[in-house]
């Protein structure tokens, strides 16, 4: 279970460290993709799996399913989690996403997204500001 948020840096090669308590659930690979909202989203292999298979069975005579599926699998990367707890961002990936040196990795149960600092903060502000009004038009999930 991928929770919480975690702010690292990016070195000069593209590394990113993962944070410690998501180690052992991302240690099978994980896949890096395009983002909404400007992030990039970060898989444990095993639910990638599970995604791409629900984006192969859209039907392709739909411009929005063709579209959606391009974005995420032509933009999408495997990566390892190396001897020291980094995953290789691709240079397109954080170009996409504005990522720069600081970058921050949220926790959203069974993906992470990984987001610029600055990014994060604003989105987060907004968000934020939005609360109660979002928390009222998801009544029904019963929370």
Known sequence: ???????HSIDDKGRLAVPAKFRKSLAGGVVVTKGAEGCL???PLEEWTKFAEKLAKLPINRADSRAYSRLMLAGASNAEID???RILIPDYLRNY???????????????AEIWDEERWQQYRVKVEGE?????????????
């Open 41 to 43: 989203y970060l898989y």
């Open 131 to 143: 609360g109660d009004e979002i928390s009222e038009r998801l009544g029904e999930l019963g929370t």
């Open 97 to 111: 996403a504005g990522i720069q040196i600081k970058a921050v990795i949220v926790g959203l149960y069974n993906r």
């Open 1 to 7: 279970m991928l929770l919480g948020e975690y702010q």
């Open 83 to 85: 001897s020291q707890g």
